[in-house]
């Protein structure tokens, strides 16, 4: 008996100096019995687990501590890699002798300038007054937006503005006989040629997609020969986008090259964003090399028009045009150019 305890007294005193160990799990070989001579064994097992958890525990805290730092460093050589690609940029803005801000602004207007290339200002609606119209005539000058196309009503305002101001290098185009086309083709030729007397840079005139009708072909093309040929390489068509089908766009895009018209704009209306895109996927299968597409729609966001630029499109004429210059200027903070 006293043997028995004796052995007893070992493996309580084995197990506190494992239960001391500063581990959060310990696992035991199978548990002793009475029986059991093996008592220094279990110790020491139970030891060098032990050890091990406590390996193990220290390997993930390094493992941890390395994650946080391994991103610290990916930042800090990407931001010293960021820097560097831009030396020249920096460089640069000291040759120059102008601060970087300043440098940065003239740099993302340069580059919202050539979007606004592409880019024109339309005025189609009823009572426009001539300060607006001023307005529209500063804002495009300083965004330098392709053109502006607007109702012969307008243009003698819009015209004395223009030389006023002496901004030979805006283009200022006449849309005739917006919205339907329904006028006789002599009302369509007499207002061509009063606008053409105002000094206007191009013409657009507008045509019922009827006239693309088997029937009424042969007098379409007579008539966008004329068209063509009363401001020659600056003359197009205009013709409501809604109201083609595949045929159709075929029809118009073959008469176009074969009459010499400059440009064909593709009216959409009050078309949504999503329907303007979906139609004009389909009028680009048919995408001339000779003709300029235009786009005449409600497009509201610069994203929908790098969208659109991306399909193929190479004018998007919009009410929103100074809107979206503008949006623009104070997205990317720009300071040097105030719009009105």
Known sequence: M???????????????????????????????????????????????QTEKNVALRDTQIESVTEEKVVPAKIYEEKRKDKKADFSAFYELARLLNTDIESFKDECCLFQIKNLMHRLGKVIIRLNVTDSELAAVVDNSAK???????LSPAYLPALV???????????????????PFGESTFKSKMTNVKDVIKTGVDGVTVMMPAMMLERDNL??????CR??????????????????????????????AEKTALAHVTFIFGEAGEQELKFK?????????????????????????????????????????????????????????????
């Open 280 to 340: 004009f996927g389909t009028i680009l299968k048919y995408k001339s090399k000779k003709v300029c597409f235009k786009i005449l729609g409600n497009v509201m966001r610069p994203e929908a028009v790098m969208e659109l630029f991306k399909m193929g499109a190479e004018t998007i004429l919009t009410p929103y045009a100074d809107d979206i210059g503008e949006e623009l200027l104070k997205r990317f903070k720009i300071k040097c150019l105030k719009l009105r």
């Open 143 to 149: 965004l330098e937006t392709s053109e502006i196309l």
């Open 160 to 178: 004395r503005r223009v030389e006023r101001e002496k901004l030979e290098k805006l283009n200022i185009c006449a849309l005739i006989d917006f």
């Open 2 to 48: 006293l043997g028995l305890k004796k052995k007893e007294k070992k493996a309580d005193e084995a197990e506190k100096k494992v239960d001391s160990a500063d581990v959060d799990v310990i696992i035991l070989p199978a548990s002793l019995d009475e029986n059991t001579e093996n008592v220094p064994a279990v110790a020491e097992e139970a030891h060098v």
């Open 226 to 255: 004329k068209i063509s040929r009363s401001l020659k390489n600056r003359a197009g068509i205009a013709v409501a986008a809604q109201d083609l089908n595949e045929d159709a766009i075929k029809t118009l895009v073959k008469t």
């Open 218 to 223: 042969k007098n379409f093309k007579k008539q």
